[in-house]
């Protein structure tokens, strides 16, 4: 199968193919998500994403024949550096999509291959210009080369823009412009997964984290985001005359923050808190590295 074969089954609502392997253009992985996307939502399969695609493969050895039972409602992603495998099994596997960088055995899987290309500058401001409709091109033209036409960080920063009606996005594009928010992007990243976690959306976290090499992901600052994410949720979540004056908050960050409430019960909240508040103390004790405080503070706020 060829992109544009699949381009065509996506617009008709057709994707009949139940193996793929897309192989990444100098690594950049947002085209392939976005089309595993499209596939889940055209075939109504949940992504499940899988970190060991031998387990989907029956045992040859196993002298009952049984075979592994797959969930017929997922859609199954496995992500990868180098897809090193030489089992013809894997053809046979329903609804399962392998992301990589690159095939060992290209020969073997030639017909299930999907190359993407290189994101030309025109298809980075349609994909631009498509997601944020209200905003004027030419401010959306100034942001993609604030971004230098990273279409990780465009996706980042105008997914801030989806919490408004078209009709106000132009005007909400002016006050971040004003407020600085596009000044240090990195930071912004950072935002975005706190917000996720925030309200238990396992999927974007995921994403955010997979695509984390992309991105300055520095630890101790969302540590301290988290912290006070967690205080102003708090403040506003269990005081219901709480205002953006009172709180000392500019209007446009109280509208966000108020977005997260509701995701966590009191008790959570206290819980979350203390979790990125004893982080703090465990790195500054030498308890916790910088490279697990990620780790640490998401696992245990899912859990919470």
């Known amino acids: ?3 544009e074969t699949l381009q065509t089954n996506i617009k008709d609502n057709n994707v009949t193919t ?36 031998t387990s989907l493969i029956p045992d040859k050895n196993d002298i009952f024949g049984c075979e592994v039972a797959l969930d017929t409602k997922a859609l199954y992603v496995y992500h990868c550096n ?17 992301i990589c960088n690159k095939v060992t055995n290209e020969e073997l899987f030639k017909d299930f291959i999907i190359k993407m290309p290189k994101l030309l500058e025109w298809q980075i401001k349609d ?30 920063e105008l997914s801030k823009l989806m919490l408004f009606n078209e009709h106000e996005r132009d005007l909400i594009f002016d006050m971040l412009v004003e407020e600085h928010t596009f000044d240090d ?15 238990k959306d396992l999927k974007t976290v995921c994403s955010i984290l997979e695509d984390a090499e992309h991105f300055d992901l520095e ?25 953006a004056e009172r709180l000392g908050m500019k209007s446009g960050q109280f509208y966000a923050i108020s977005k997260s409430c509701g995701y966590y019960n009191k008790e959570q909240l206290l ?17 916790l590295s910088n490279d697990k405080l990620v780790e640490y503070m998401v696992l245990n706020m899912l859990a919470a």
């Open 219 to 243: 630890p101790l600052g969302l540590q301290v985001l988290l912290t006070n994410n967690i205080k102003n949720i708090i403040s506003i979540q269990l005081d219901r005359t709480a205002t």
């Open 18 to 53: 139940s193996f793929i392997i897309f192989v990444n253009n100098e690594g950049n992985t947002f085209l392939a998500n976005q089309y595993v996307d499209a596939i889940s939502s055209v075939k109504e399969l949940k992504i499940t994403y899988i970190e060991d695609y």
């Open 271 to 287: 819980k979350i808190f203390d979790i990125v508040s004893s982080a703090d103390y465990m790195m500054k004790n030498g308890d």
């Open 185 to 199: 992007l990195s930071t912004y990243v950072i935002f975005d997964l706190t917000t996720a976690l925030l309200k």
């Open 1 to 3: 199968m060829n992109l």
């Open 82 to 98: 180098e897809f090193d495998s030489n089992d013809e099994a894997l053809k046979g596997i329903t609804n399962l999509v392998v």
């Open 127 to 156: 994909y631009a210009y498509s997601m944020a409709e209200g905003v004027k091109t030419k401010k959306l033209d100034w942001l993609i080369e604030m971004c230098h036409e990273d279409i990780y960080r465009i996706h980042n």
